[in-house]
Nanobody
Framework: QVQLVESGGGLVQPGGSLRLSCATSRSIFRVLEMRWYRQAPGKQRELVASITRDGDTFYADAVKGRFTISRDNAKNTMALQMTSLKSDDTAVYYC??????????WGQGTQVTVSS
């Protein structure tokens, strides 16, 4: 297991921006596929974006063009830059690191609320 810590959540108005970060102290970070999930009240957890250790990215249709995932292997960190936020983006956001040998490790989650 890898301990992951998210930060950067908060309250933002519709149309605003927010940047989430996910960090670990372990250098194994560089071999992990990193993902952002979110879970809104009453809904299932869904994949938002992912980035492989080589930098290949994936985005859910709902966030494509608005969110950008990135990673810094030297600092063992990952980020999710969110722009043009909508009320539908309100959720708890979780980072997850995955490898075939370790399985998945989750952060504790950070709340994002988009409201005027």
């Amino acid at each position: 297991q890898v301990q992951l810590v998210e930060s950067g959540g908060g309250l933002v108005q519709p149309g605003g921006s927010l940047r989430l970060s996910c960090a670990t102290s372990r250098s194994i970070f560089r071999v992990l596929e990193m993902r952002w999930y979110r879970q809104a009240p009453g809904k299932q957890r869904e994949l938002v974006a992912s980035i492989t250790r080589d930098g290949d990215t994936f985005y859910a249709d709902a966030v494509k063009g608005r969110f950008t995932i990135s990673r810094d292997n030297a600092k063992n960190t990952m980020a999710l830059q969110m722009t043009s936020l909508k009320s539908d983006d309100t959720a708890v956001y979780y980072c997850m690191g995955y490898s075939s040998t370790l399985g998945g490790s989750w952060g504790q989650g950070t709340q994002v609320t988009v409201s005027s």
